[in-house]
Each structure stands twice: as C-alpha cells, then as structure tokens.
C-alpha cells in the first residue's frame, strides 16, 4: 500500500502517522519527491483501513499495490533512482558506459584495456575475476589476483571497477572493490544477494538465462530489502529459440523495467548477441531504446582471450562505437 501525502505537511504530523503505521507492525519506505513525500507501507496491510488513512487532512491519497516488489517498485518511489559510485552517476538521466574484458588476464592485459576504454569514454572498468564458466575444464578467472589487477588498473586510470561475486564465501576480497556484479547465473541465488543487501556497495544485477522480468525485480528485492537500495539492473539478452545469436536480446525489457521501477537499467550488447559485430547496433539500439547506460566486452587481443573473445570488441572498435552512443545520448537524453 503507498500513502500520498499533501505537500507541505508539517514534520510533526507526518511523524506521528508514520510511528502510528510502525505501531501496526509495517515496515514503512519513505520517498521524498520535488513535491511530494510517498510512504510504502511493507507488510501485512490486509487489516489497515484505507479509508481511515485517507480521510486524514495531511493525507492526498492512498492505494493498493498488488506487485509483490515493493522496495524496487516504482510506485513507492516516483522519481528516478540515481546509483552513485564515487563521481560516476548511472540513473535519473546520467548515462554510463562500462568497459573492459570479460576476464581479467594479466597486468598488461587489464591496464592496456582500461586506458583504452577510458580515452574513448567509458567511466567504468569491468573485469572478471571470478568467472562462471559452463565447463569446469575452462579458465575459471584468476579469482584474487585479478581483483588486485583491477585495483591497478583503479589506480592507474580512475575509473571505478565492476567485477562479478559468485559465492558469499569471497565477499571479504570484493571490500574494496567499487561495484560487485551478480551475473546471470546467480540471480536467483537467494543466499548471495540476502548478504549483498548488507555489503552497502551498489549491486549490477543481471538478468538470468531464463527469467521473467518480475523475477528479475524480485531477485532486486531481495537485496532491497535486506538493506542495499543501490541496485542497477541489467538486460542481457535471454534464453529462446533463435539459433543465430547467443541469447535474444529483449530491448523492450528497458522501457517496461522503467515504467515498473525506478531503479537504473543498463544493457548488455556482448553476452546478448555473442557476436562482436552485433555488438555495436544493439548498443546504439539499446541506447536510443532508454537505456540508462552499457556494459561492453572490450579486449586488446580478443583472438587470444581466455573467456568470450568472439564477442568482445577491439579498443578501437568501441572507441568508434562510443561516438555514435554520444550522438544518439544527444538525442535520446532528456
Ligand atoms: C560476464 O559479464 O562476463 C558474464 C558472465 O555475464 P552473464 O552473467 O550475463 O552471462
Ligand atoms: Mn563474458
């Protein structure tokens, strides 16, 4: 249930109305627009009167939400979530590219790619260390140490380092990491993203091989309601019939993900399509589609990666590929 308040409504009232509503046992989510201040009542509403609340004088309105996500729910939340990672801003109008290979491989690898990304824009660095692999014989990420070449390429070039947790068992290496991507594999790994809601570090949640978008929400939830609002979503294609591509990109997730949330949603061109020269129309696709930002797979020698060369773009392939992005930004932006 959400409950509108008037504008201006003194603080003493509002206090008093929110303790009454704490009094009933509800959790109560409190979202304070330009105008107006949004209470999300979380819990069992079933015995609150509607009517009761909705006659008070500092009361606008009151409705019913039937969406079982509600921290991520953008009812509760009118305006737009903007996740901030250092000076770096994704949401709320703020469109940012992250950039780098798909895993970590050696010093010269990771730096050589991250000064690449960073001349042509991008003001993220992805790298994995940990790698989801689908066969246990393929080069499973240098775990730790690529976490420390991550925070080389950090120091060297500025830009904040996104790389992916598998297991709750490796969150004390991911301290110092800036934002910790749970992929596709682990959306519904309920235990991980429950602690994640208590890392306090932003979260990119992918989308799994095979999930609906409300699963993706709820999955958002769980870590939203363990304490963490600081939740980017993101589309990566998903599972279907097609036989020529990876996995099918689903662009329209975008403006549906925006009208049901006000969480950022970003898109990932290089796991979606599997093919680097597929990469650079979905990632202009995806940007005049609304996206709030992109991860691209981008390696200085994608013939001899260890994990996803076929679909990763050279440096100066994506650096061609960020000028467009600006042009359509310029006009697709708000
Ligand atoms: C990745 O980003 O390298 C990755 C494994 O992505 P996904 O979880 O979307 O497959
Ligand atoms: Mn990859």
């Given at each position: 249930m959400i409950v509108v308040l008037k504008p201006g409504v003194q603080e003493e009232k509002r206090t008093q109305l929110i303790e009454w509503l704490k009094g009933m046992g509800l959790g109560i989510h409190i979202s304070d627009g330009d105008y107006q201040t949004v209470l999300g009542l979380i819990g069992d509403t079933s015995k609150v009167d509607m009517d009761l609340i909705e006659s008070?004088?500092?009361?606008d309105s009151v409705k019913r939400v039937s969406e079982p996500f509600k921290c991520c729910n953008r009812k509760f939340h009118p305006d737009d979530m903007i996740v901030e990672v250092g000076d770096v801003k994704i949401g709320g109008g703020n469109f940012c590219m992250i950039a780098g290979p798909c895993s970590v491989e050696t010093e010269e690898q990771i730096l050589g790619v991250a000064k690449a990304v960073k001349a042509s824009g991008a003001n993220m660095l992805r790298g994995g260390a940990f790698k989801p692999r689908t066969?246990?014989?393929?080069?499973?990420?240098?775990k730790d140490k690529g976490i420390e070449l991550l925070k080389i390429a950090r120091q060297e070039t500025g830009l904040p380092i996104v790389t992916e947790i598998m297991?709750?068992?490796?969150?004390?290496?991911?301290?110092?990491?800036d934002v910790l991507q749970v992929g596709a594999r682990n959306m519904q790994n309920f235990d991980l993203l429950r602690e994640l809601g208590q890392f306090g570090k932003p979260i990119l949640l992918k989308r799994g091989l095979a999930n609906t978008l409300k699963e993706l929400l709820m999955s958002a939830e769980y870590i939203m309601a363990s304490g963490n609002e600081q939740v980017i979503l993101c589309e990566r294609g998903i599972r279907t019939f097609?036989?020529?591509?990876?996995?099918?990109?689903?662009?329209?997730a975008v403006p549906m993900l925006r009208e049901l949330t006000h969480l950022p949603i970003i898109v990932d061109p290089s796991h979606a399509t599997g093919i680097a020269r597929l990469v650079p129309p979905m990632a202009l696709a995806a940007t005049a589609g609304g996206a709030d930002g992109l991860i691209i797979e981008v390696h200085n020698d994608p013939i001899h990666a260890l994990c996803d060369g076929a679909q990763s773009l050279r440096p100066e392939e994506y650096d061609e590929l960020a000028k467009q992005i600006m042009k359509i930004r310029e006009v697709v932006a708000k």
């Open positions: 008070l004088d500092i009361v066969s246990p014989y393929d080069f499973q990420g240098l297991s709750v068992s490796d969150l004390h290496l991911f301290e110092d990491v097609d036989d020529y591509t990876r996995n099918t990109l689903d662009l329209a």
